[in-house]
């Protein structure tokens, strides 16, 4: 086996409860985002793009349709010889068998997999992040201060820092003190999540905390205090560029709607920085003579008649002549039929929105209660679902049903 310098352990088995019914059949990472790519995608490319060419997927919750849009790694030019990018479900093996119990813990089941490369260094990555980062720099800045972990930085406005794990360092960028949502912070260093590890070092703590009874199996709360309380060398890496977690229905909204804004936050059709997707293969996108398309990103495969305003459509998306979508995300092969309106919402893979309905409407009495604690205002539709011709969806309401309004009332 060829040793490498580096490898790449991508965290992607979260299950992502705060993406409500968007991840009732697949992991987070395998999310649509942006149009024509999932949330996996930019992590991935990332290494790629920082000459990182072993990644290892580590899987646990829904992993079929990550699983096959992973592959073997050819569209983001991962399918070496040497190399490339493997999917890491758990397993069972001669000694035991279980879940991965926490982010150290899915590291750790996975030992033997580094040790086939026997890596100088280990990046830890999540699958839930939209960001480019060359990852090669943070390397360098790791080995120029001869660290045994590094931890990228983002600093975020000092009034919110209490939400955030807070890194607290010398002058010289050492951390000194990791702090967990602090009431009263001392900096603005905010953890991202992105971990490089001499790989003797992090194999070492792995092994530690998976005799404790105690830990909890969590790098933030376990592996870096333990490293830190030794004495180790430990220091921040800064990163300023666009990153945004969407790891909630809001989040997730916002992030696309950021590449649709006036001046977009983060530019995905850089030739410097090309953000790799295994896209479908579909014909160009059709506009009718009477549609409106406005500020909006549109995918190959759509087929739009009607008005499309400050939105990004997937691919094989249809918009009828007389329907309109506003502020919304529609994912792939979704349909939105005439005089229907879509506003401010996410429209779920193969969703159909029937005739003179609407989607995100205002909320009156009659709609009663429900909980809109994971949505705020955007209206969220799983994939699937069809929304009978004539009804109301009103604001923030998450439809989970096959059909929902008139057809099943109908068939009650």
Same mark, same amino acid.
């Given at each position: ?15 992502? +409860? ?26 991935? +490319?990332?290494?790629?793009? +920082? ?100 931890? =990228? ?7 919110? =820092? ?27 260093? =905010? ?6 590890? +001499? ?11 998976? #005799?404790?009874?105690?830990? #909890? ?36 909204? #916002? ?51 009607? &008005? &499309? ?5 997937? =691919? ?49 009495? #009659? ?46």
């Amino acid at each position: 086996m060829v040793r490498k310098r580096v490898v790449a352990m991508l965290l992607a088995g979260g299950q992502g +409860s705060r993406l409500s019914v968007l991840t009732n059949r697949m992991a987070k990472p395998a999310v649509p985002f942006g149009g024509k790519y999932r949330i996996i995608d930019f992590p991935l +490319s990332n290494c790629v793009n +920082s000459d990182i060419d072993t990644v290892g997927v580590l899987t646990q919750y829904e992993p079929l349709e990550l699983n096959a849009y992973i592959g073997t790694g050819q569209a983001w030019d991962l399918d070496r010889n040497s190399g490339g990018v493997f999917v890491l479900p758990p397993y069972q093996s001669s000694k035991t068998g279980r879940w991965y119990s926490g982010t150290a813990d899915a590291i750790y089941q996975n030992i033997a997999f580094i040790d086939r490369y026997d890596p100088e260094y280990v990046l830890i990555l999540s699958g839930d992040h939209i960001y480019k980062m060359d990852y090669a720099a943070m390397l360098n800045a790791h080995e120029k201060k001869r660290a045994d972990l590094t931890i =990228a930085v983002r600093p975020v406005p000092m009034e919110e =820092a209490h939400r955030f794990g807070i890194m607290n360092t010398d002058s010289e960028d050492r951390i000194i003190e990791f702090e967990e949502k602090p009431k009263h912070p001392k900096s603005n260093k =905010a953890s991202m999540g992105i971990y490089i590890f +001499s790989w003797p070092v992090l194999r070492k703590y792995l092994c530690l905390d998976e #005799e404790n009874p105690e830990s #909890e199996n969590d790098f933030g709360k376990d592996i870096i205090p333990a490293i830190l309380n030794d004495g180790l060398g430990v220091y921040a890496y800064a990163f300023d560029s666009y990153w945004k977690d969407v790891g909630t229905v809001q989040s997730l909204w #916002e992030a696309n709607m950021d590449l649709i804004s006036d001046s977009p936050a983060i530019q995905l059709d850089d030739p410097d920085w090309r953000i790799y997707s295994k896209s479908p293969c579909m014909p160009p996108h059709c506009v009718g003579i009477n549609a409106s398309i406005e500020r909006s990103s549109v995918a190959e495969g759509c087929d739009v008649a009607g &008005v &499309v305003k400050h939105s990004v459509l997937f =691919a094989g998306v249809t918009v009828e002549e007389g329907a309109e979508v506003v502020d919304s995300v529609v994912m792939p092969g979704a349909v939105i039929r005439s005089g229907a309106k879509v506003q401010r919402a996410i429209l779920g893979e193969n969703s159909i929105v029937g005739r003179d309905s609407f989607v995100g409407a205002e909320r009156r009495p #009659e709609d009663g209660e429900y909980d809109t604690s994971l949505t705020d205002d955007i209206t969220l539709i799983a994939s699937g679902t069809e929304i009978a011709a004539g009804s109301r969806v009103p604001v923030g309401m998450i439809v989970n049903t096959r059909v929902y309004g008139a057809i099943e009332d109908e068939e009650k």
